[in-house]
């Protein structure tokens, strides 16, 4: 216990009179109290009465979970030395929002009526106290009873500690409030020191973040381009030569020092630490002015690709097999999901070759009649048979002569047009149907399909002498959820060539590339289209984009999805009915004692808490 040196007698002049003894009162405190008086701060009845609470608590925790877990178990042994004392030990952000409690349940419901709970903010609102006091002055502070600016707490006693990362900015505040009769003298001394242990904490981890950040940057920025790593401050890392050539050195460069030498940033994504999975950084991209920036866009080689490359290792590596295979007259064989962009591949091979100037015809397969294919591929005479045009019809192939025949969807074509097809390709010319003239060809040949032609073929459903003819230079077209970082990019380039105005947040973009695109591209391009349909004079900031998605049930390679609250826990895929089934395990292994069931999984505290709001096993 502790002399209360403020006797309320002076409290008093002071909030009736305006009067201040400055010879029994700090400095620190008295500077508060004009502040407090200047607020017009009842000093009566002042509570707290701003608390963040559902997601917007979440919220403010996950931004703050670095400092959680490591002020987690150093609350905890505070707990267990001034065990019995009635005390609470908690842990408030730069703004002063309560993260985390600590202390004997009996005396956290006592301290829940005066709304001392998670996510209540202590400001100077309700009058001098240690946590928005020390905020103010960024130096520990001890606020002792009728210190208090508000009587409601003249029965308290406070000590509070800064805490501050290691670029020297306050990043949250460690405090011990007792009844005054139970405060122990030394318990500032304790805070003191322990907010300065979690600081060094705090710092250690942001090096070692920062560590593991160059180390996954270096592959990041091999591809070229525009390109930097940045930390969750905005501070570069590490930047493209592209960049480097043309951006001053900067001990401590800043995402906005690019930005004000001409260049705009065209998206970011997330890079989340191995260790504990929070996010430690981005990759920005930037653009130069006006333009849009891609990597194999502007190739020195000459290659042109008139759809969006992007900037992925994976679209990258076609890109390059496209660029090799195109001056040839190899065939090639393109395997990729529907809806990934197989005949703007093709037509791009073609543009690129000998045969730019000659025909780029293609079909699909698997849009047309069986019955009606051949006379489609090959074309028919006059009177081949009934309802055929009066001059006959000249076929794919011969419209193709001297340019490239592209066949999409060629698993869908019958045994007879399979044993058509050979002959052609073995031959180099066809017979209309009904007739009996012979036209040499000449033509290069490009097959997609988003089947397994092997496995076909395997079936006696597809021709192994026609499969060995198609598959002479295959390339492999990445589905969109394997080039995710592209997704900015081509949804700069869908909108701007269907004139679409969307302007999408970050966290609507970052909801964009966790999603697992069943559909690729052409799925991309429908949720676009709708968007741009809500966006006639709406603004859509605050909209979750998710119900867009043709099918969001599919959450294969999404944990956003797969950890949404809102999601019907009947869906839960295999890992998260696995991590459920975890914490069930734990809470009836230690009786419900949140704390050791973290431990017992071996996680994050926070974590654990996420997961079962997620799980709404907080509800139990």
Same mark, same amino acid.
């Given at each position: 216990?502790?002399n209360d040196?403020v006797?309320?007698?002076?409290?008093?002049?002071?909030?009736?009179?305006?009067?201040?003894?400055?010879?029994?009162?700090?400095?620190?405190i008295?500077?508060?109290?004009?502040?407090c008086?200047?607020?017009?701060v009842n000093?009566?009845?002042?509570?707290?009465k701003?608390?963040?609470?559902?997601?917007?608590?979440?919220q403010?925790?996950?931004?703050?979970?670095?400092?959680?877990?490591?002020a987690?178990?150093?609350?905890?042994?505070?707990?267990?030395?001034?065990?019995?004392s009635?005390?609470?030990v908690?842990?408030?952000?730069?703004s002063g929002?309560?993260l985390?409690?600590?202390?004997?349940?009996?005396?956290?419901?006592m301290?829940?009526?005066s709304?001392?709970v998670r996510?209540?903010?202590?400001?100077?609102?309700?009058?001098?106290?240690?946590v928005?006091?020390?905020?103010?002055?960024?130096?520990a502070?001890?606020v002792?009873?009728?210190?208090?600016?508000?009587?409601?707490?003249h029965h308290?006693?406070c000590a509070?500690? +800064?805490i501050?990362?290691?670029?020297?900015?306050l990043i949250?505040?460690l405090n011990?409030?007792?009844?005054?009769?139970?405060?122990?003298?030394?318990?500032?001394?304790? /805070?003191?020191?322990?907010?300065y242990?979690i600081?060094?904490?705090?710092?250690?981890a942001?090096q070692?973040?920062?560590?593991?950040?160059?180390q996954?940057?270096i592959?990041?920025i091999?591809?070229?381009?525009?390109v930097?790593?940045c930390?969750?401050?905005?501070?570069?890392?590490?930047?493209s030569?592209?960049?480097q050539?043309?951006?001053p050195?900067?001990?401590r460069l800043?995402?906005?020092?690019?930005?004000?030498?001409?260049?705009?940033?065209l998206?970011?994504?997330?890079?989340?630490?191995?260790?504990?999975?929070r996010?430690?950084?981005?990759?920005?991209?930037?653009?130069?002015?006006?333009q849009q920036f891609?990597?194999e866009?502007?190739r020195?080689?000459?290659?042109?690709?008139?759809?969006?490359?992007?900037?992925?290792?994976?679209?990258s590596?076609t890109l390059?097999?496209?660029?090799?295979?195109? +001056?040839?007259?190899?065939? /090639?064989?393109?395997?990729?999901?529907?809806?990934?962009?197989?005949e /703007?591949?093709?037509?791009?091979?073609?543009?690129?070759s000998?045969?730019?100037?000659a025909?780029?015809?293609?079909?699909?397969?698997?849009a047309?009649?069986?019955?009606?294919?051949?006379?489609?591929l090959?074309?028919?005479?006059?009177?081949?048979?009934?309802?055929?045009?009066?001059n006959?019809?000249k076929?794919?192939?011969?419209?193709a002569?001297?340019g490239?025949l592209?066949?999409?969807e060629?698993?869908?074509i019958?045994?007879?047009?399979?044993?058509a097809?050979?002959?052609?390709?073995?031959?180099?010319?066809?017979?209309?149907?009904?007739?009996d003239k012979?036209? +040499?060809?000449?033509?290069?040949?490009?097959?997609?399909?988003?089947?397994?032609?092997r496995?076909?073929v395997?079936k006696?459903?597809?021709?192994?002498d026609?499969?060995?003819?198609?598959?002479?230079?295959?390339?492999?077209?990445? +589905?969109l959820?394997?080039r995710?970082?592209?997704i900015?990019?081509? /949804?700069?380039y869908?909108?701007?060539?269907?004139?679409?105005?969307?302007?999408?947040?970050e966290d609507?973009?970052?909801t964009?590339?966790?999603?697992?695109?069943?559909?690729?591209?052409?799925?991309l391009?429908?949720?676009?289209?709708?968007?741009?349909?809500?966006?006639?004079?709406e603004?859509?900031s605050?909209?979750?984009?998710?119900?867009?998605?043709?099918?969001?049930s599919?959450c294969?390679?999404?944990p956003d999805?797969?950890e949404?609250p809102?999601?019907?826990p009947?869906?839960l895929?295999?890992?998260k009915?696995?991590?459920k089934?975890?914490?069930?395990?734990?809470?009836e292994?230690?009786?419900?004692?949140?704390?050791?069931?973290?431990?017992?999984l071996?996680?994050?505290?926070s974590?654990?808490?996420?997961?079962?709001?997620?799980f709404?096993?907080?509800?139990?």
């Amino acid at each position: 216990m502790i002399n209360d040196k403020v006797t309320t007698h002076i409290w008093d002049r002071f909030v009736r009179e305006g009067v201040m003894d400055r010879s029994r009162i700090s400095k620190r405190i008295s500077e508060s109290w004009f502040r407090c008086q200047q607020a017009g701060v009842n000093p009566s009845t002042a509570e707290c009465k701003t608390i963040l609470a559902g997601d917007l608590l979440i919220q403010q925790q996950e931004k703050n979970a670095a400092l959680i877990d490591i002020a987690i178990p150093y609350m905890q042994k505070i707990c267990r030395i001034i065990e019995g004392s009635g005390s609470i030990v908690l842990l408030s952000d730069s703004s002063g929002c309560v993260l985390e409690l600590e202390g004997d349940p009996e005396t956290l419901q006592m301290a829940k009526k005066s709304n001392i709970v998670r996510g209540v903010r202590w400001t100077e609102d309700v009058g001098t106290n240690a946590v928005a006091t020390a905020l103010c002055t960024g130096e520990a502070l001890l606020v002792n009873g009728t210190e208090h600016y508000s009587s409601a707490y003249h029965h308290c006693c406070c000590a509070a500690a +800064p805490i501050y990362d290691g670029g020297g900015t306050l990043i949250g505040i460690l405090n011990v409030t007792s009844p005054v009769h139970r405060f122990h003298h030394y318990t500032f001394g304790l /805070v003191v020191s322990i907010a300065y242990n979690i600081e060094q904490q705090c710092k250690i981890a942001e090096q070692n973040d920062e560590i593991e950040l160059l180390q996954h940057s270096i592959g990041r920025i091999q591809s070229g381009g525009l390109v930097a790593v940045c930390t969750n401050k905005q501070e570069i890392v590490l930047t493209s030569n592209e960049l480097q050539f043309s951006v001053p050195p900067h001990s401590r460069l800043k995402v906005d020092d690019i930005l004000q030498e001409g260049y705009k940033e065209l998206y970011r994504t997330p890079i989340s630490s191995a260790n504990h999975g929070r996010i430690i950084g981005y990759s920005v991209y930037f653009a130069v002015g006006h333009q849009q920036f891609t990597v194999e866009n502007q190739r020195r080689t000459g290659f042109i690709f008139r759809g969006e490359s992007g900037s992925s290792k994976a679209f990258s590596r076609t890109l390059r097999e496209m660029e090799l295979v195109a +001056p040839t007259d190899t065939s /090639v064989f393109l395997n990729g999901e529907t809806g990934t962009g197989k005949e /703007v591949i093709a037509r791009a091979i073609h543009e690129n070759s000998l045969r730019k100037d000659a025909p780029f015809i293609a079909v699909n397969c698997g849009a047309i009649a069986p019955q009606l294919m051949e006379a489609e591929l090959f074309g028919y005479v006059e009177g081949a048979f009934t309802g055929a045009k009066r001059n006959g019809h000249k076929g794919k192939f011969e419209q193709a002569n001297g340019g490239t025949l592209f066949l999409d969807e060629i698993g869908e074509i019958s045994p007879a047009v399979q044993v058509a097809l050979l002959r052609v390709l073995q031959e180099r010319e066809i017979t209309p149907v009904g007739g009996d003239k012979v036209i +040499p060809l000449n033509f290069r040949l490009i097959t997609a399909t988003h089947q397994d032609l092997r496995e076909l073929v395997r079936k006696k459903a597809f021709r192994e002498d026609l499969y060995f003819r198609l598959f002479v230079y295959s390339i492999n077209i990445p +589905p969109l959820r394997d080039r995710r970082e592209d997704i900015p990019h081509l /949804v700069s380039y869908i909108c701007k060539n269907n004139r679409w105005s969307i302007q999408l947040t970050e966290d609507q973009m970052q909801t964009m590339m966790r999603y697992h695109w069943p559909g690729n591209i052409r799925e991309l391009v429908n949720v676009l289209e709708r968007l741009s349909v809500l966006s006639r004079g709406e603004n859509l900031s605050g909209l979750d984009i998710r119900s867009l998605f043709g099918n969001a049930s599919d959450c294969g390679e999404n944990p956003d999805f797969a950890e949404s609250p809102n999601r019907d826990p009947a869906a839960l895929n295999y890992q998260k009915r696995v991590q459920k089934d975890q914490i069930i395990w734990a809470l009836e292994q230690t009786g419900g004692n949140v704390s050791k069931s973290a431990k017992l999984l071996a996680l994050p505290r926070s974590t654990f808490y996420r997961r079962l709001r997620t799980f709404k096993l907080d509800q139990l």
